[in-house]
């Protein structure tokens, strides 16, 4: 399954498959790119991040695209499990601001 | 190690009153953050510390706010009076030294306080 973050907040996906979540971001001038996942009543937890001189990087079971032309970010997850329901979002990271400025998020459903 | 923690997990108060939030950051890490998320909207930065110092307050919504890192360890985030539309999740976040982190630093998440305001 495939998500466009903003226009559609909601992927749902059956176990096992493969899950894409996508994230367009604002600022060319930012130059790291993280996201967290967050489970109900809990706080945003860190998955993966990735520095702007990178295309791609690799975690277990997830991978993160950048894409800077577009200024396009995604996130890959294999094989989904229900432990991976929760909202992910996307935040990006000017250096020297320090500050992160968050996506809106994406609901991920994972249907048995 | 002990993560970010946030205390209260839930606050419920009425229109004008006080409340104020705490945050014990990851021992160690002199970066604190506040954040907020609105129903319905995304997660804003509300305000950086650098140990007791404000680096950054940009994202305060007004002079209701004020937040406060006496010592450099813990924070607190006072909303004096509240209104209906400072409802919404407060987090807060810790990191180290971007130094130490080679050149970027993870900002770890607590578990937020929910705030409701009637």
Redesign the interface.
């Known amino acids: 399954g495939e998500s466009v973050g903003l226009h559609l907040p909601t992927l749902s996906v059956q176990e096992g498959d493969n899950s894409i979540i996508n994230c367009a971001y604002s600022n060319s001038a930012s130059d ?1 790119f ?1 996201w ?1 996942k967050q489970e109900s ?6 998955i993966i ?1 990735i ?1 702007s001189n990178m295309d791609k990087r690799q975690g277990q079971r997830v991978t993160v695209l950048l894409n800077k032309t577009v200024k396009h970010l995604s996130l890959q997850i294999a094989a989904t499990q229900p432990g991976d329901s929760a909202v992910y ?1 996307c ?1 990006e ?1 000017i250096w020297g ?9 994406t609901r991920l459903t994972i249907n048995p | 190690e002990a993560g970010v923690t946030q205390f209260p997990s839930h606050s419920v108060i009425e229109k004008g009153q006080t409340v104020t939030l705490r945050c014990d950051p990851i021992s160690g890490h002199d970066n604190l953050y506040w954040y907020r998320r609105v129903m319905g909207k995304e997660i804003k930065f509300l305000l950086h510390f650098v140990k007791e110092s404000k680096q950054d307050e940009s994202g305060m919504p007004n002079n209701r706010f004020l937040a406060e890192r006496t010592g450099g360890t813990y924070s607190t985030l006072k909303v004096q009076p509240a209104e209906l539309e400072d409802s919404g999740v407060y987090f807060c976040a810790s990191s180290q030294d971007p130094r130490l982190a080679g050149g970027q630093e993870t900002q770890y998440f607590g578990p937020g306080t929910r705030l409701l305001v009637l």
């Open positions: 790291y993280i967290y009543g809990k706080g945003p937890q860190f991040d520095r979002f935040a990271n601001a320090q500050k992160l400025v968050f996506g809106q998020g």
